[in-house]
T-cell receptor, first 113, second 113 residues
Framework: GENVEQHPSTLSVQEGDSAVIKCTYSDSASNYFPWYKQELGKRPQLIIDIRSNVGEKKDQRIAVTLNKTAKHFSLHITETQPEDSAVYFCAASMNSGNTPLVFGKGTRLSVIA | KAGVTQTPRYLIKTRGQQVTLSCSPISGHRSVSWYQQTPGQGLQFLFEYFSETQRNKGNFPGRFSGRQFSNSRSEMNVSTLELGDSALYLC????????????FGQGTRLTVV
């Protein structure tokens, strides 16, 4: 089955700096790659997603890149703010076949003011 | 529009007992997935249901089971509880299977003593 590896497990950045979180996946058939943010004590919420027919997607300060050949995708957060502090999860799935939405183990991002 | 509702929010059970958790998806959503969340292990996939059919099952022992009803509500059952089953159990619903935003419930916090 699909296996998603996520790095780093913890990340501390100064406010205003950029943060990058990387994930690799094992199943080359996976075609949907969402990122979720979970604030302390809250439920995970989708912040951005990308499909395999797209190499990059941006939404204000957040961007995701996908390299299908290398089977890895990354989350980029620019101009980080204290409210970006949370645990971020990457995930991969295939909308047909036998690949459910499988998550990485998460990255705890701390933005230091 | 009501969000995903999980009941109960908190449970304390003793080893050897069994437990049933409930998840009511967003109206119109036919896909429900279940995840176990523990510190350091992230979101581990348990089950995936779509239109009352289990489409996939994660690497959990047979003590973990689930089902989905015709109104898309889902339940998961854990029999012969072990201390290691203590975790936050999250369900997520989506309109389509896998390649659409998954909306999470607030989870059921299960403590096995």
């Amino acid at each position: 089955g699909e296996n998603v590896e996520q790095h780093p497990s913890t990340l501390s950045v100064q406010e205003g700096d950029s943060a990058v979180i990387k994930c690799t996946y094992s199943d080359s058939a996976s075609n949907y790659f969402p990122w979720y943010k979970q604030e302390l004590g809250k439920r995970p919420q989708l912040i951005i997603d990308i499909r395999s027919n797209v190499g990059e997607k941006k939404d204000q300060r957040i961007a995701v890149t996908l390299n299908k050949t290398a089977k890895h995708f990354s989350l980029h957060i620019t101009e980080t703010q204290p409210e970006d502090s949370a645990v971020y999860f990457c995930a991969a799935s295939m909308n047909s076949g036998n690949t459910p939405l499988v998550f990485g183990k998460g990255t705890r991002l701390s933005v230091i003011a | 529009k009501a969000g995903v509702t999980q009941t109960p929010r908190y449970l304390i059970k003793t080893r050897g007992q069994q437990v049933t958790l409930s998840c009511s998806p967003i109206s119109g959503h036919r896909s429900v997935s279940w995840y176990q969340q523990t510190p350091g292990q992230g979101l581990q996939f348990l089950f995936e249901y779509f239109s009352e059919t289990q489409r996939n099952k994660g690497n959990f022992p047979g003590r973990f089971s689930g089902r989905q009803f015709s109104n898309s509500r889902s339940e998961m059952n854990v029999s012969t509880l072990e201390l290691g089953d203590s975790a936050l159990y999250l369900c997520a619903s989506s309109f389509r299977l896998r390649d659409a935003e998954a909306f999470f419930g607030q989870g059921t916090r299960l403590t096995v003593v």
